[in-house]
T-cell receptor, first 116, second 114 residues
Framework: DSGVTQTPKHLITATGQRVTLRCSPR?????VYWYQQSLDQGLQFLIQ???????AKGNILERFSAQQFPDLHSELNLSSLELGDSALYFC???????????????FGPGTRLTVL | AQKITQTQPGMFVQEKEAVTLDCTYD???????LFWYKQPSSGEMIFLIY??????QNATEGRYSLNFQKARKSANLVISASQLGDSAMYFC???????????FGKGNQVVVIP
């Protein structure tokens, strides 16, 4: 158990819908990262938040957005869903990010999203 | 551009034998970290081992060791005394200084057979 929690574990929805994925980082971790794992794209970084503020952005679609709340949990919002958005979405956290550290990221169990 | 390359096909390994998983990387940053993660069929990503670019010695964590050859830009994972529970996908990843994201390779599939 990494200490990172994600809910829900599975999500099945229809095209055009909107969903919210939730992540709670390990106790004491200020950085939260979101990754998408799909068969064709592999594991891709989406976005990072540090202590409530967006820190880095990767291959995140405009239909997707995220935020980190004062209690440090984070939510990833996916809207206007398409079939191709079906994937495993991971949240990861790392120990306090002093700016540009190289500490390992601990991953949550993931949310498997299926868009029908 | 692909930064992490894992090209080995799926591997079958006899229980109790050692297995080496290849990983090469590409970066011009002198400061970076290399990571290996295990993903069993259940889907979770499990951190295994870390090697910093300035580390003088190869990293080891229990049965996992990292064969770090900086000049060749390779960071191969060695799993000793394979166990049935080692059957999984293994991902090599890199994080560069000033770039908080992890860049992952495509993964290596390992199946341990009794």
């Amino acid at each position: 158990d990494s200490g990172v929690t994600q809910t829900p574990k599975h999500l099945i929805t229809a095209t055009g819908q909107r969903v919210t994925l939730r992540c709670s980082p390990r106790s004491g971790d200020l950085s939260v990262y979101w990754y998408q794992q799909s068969l064709d794209q592999g594991l891709q970084f989406l976005i990072q938040y540090y202590n409530g503020e967006e820190r880095a952005k990767g291959n995140i679609l405009e239909r997707f957005s995220a935020q980190q709340f004062p209690d440090l949990h984070s939510e990833l919002n996916l809207s206007s869903l398409e079939l191709g958005d079906s994937a495993l979405y991971f949240c990861a956290s790392s120990i306090p990010d002093s700016g540009n550290d190289l500490n390992e990221q601990f991953f949550g169990p993931g949310t498997r999203l299926t868009v029908l | 551009a692909q930064k992490i390359t894992q090209t080995q096909p799926g591997m079958f390994v006899q229980e109790k034998e050692a297995v080496t998983l290849d990983c090469t990387y590409d970066t011009s940053d002198p400061s970076y970290g290399l990571f290996w993660y295990k993903q069993p069929s259940s889907g979770e990503m499990i951190f295994l081992i870390y090697q910093g670019s300035y580390d003088q010695q190869n990293a080891t964590e229990g049965r996992y060791s990292l064969n770090f050859q900086k000049a060749r830009k390779s960071a191969n994972l060695v799993i000793s005394a394979s166990q049935l529970g080692d059957s999984a996908m293994y991902f090599c990843a890199m994080r560069e200084w000033g770039n908080n994201r992890l860049a992952f390779g495509k993964g290596n599939q390992v199946v341990v057979i009794p």
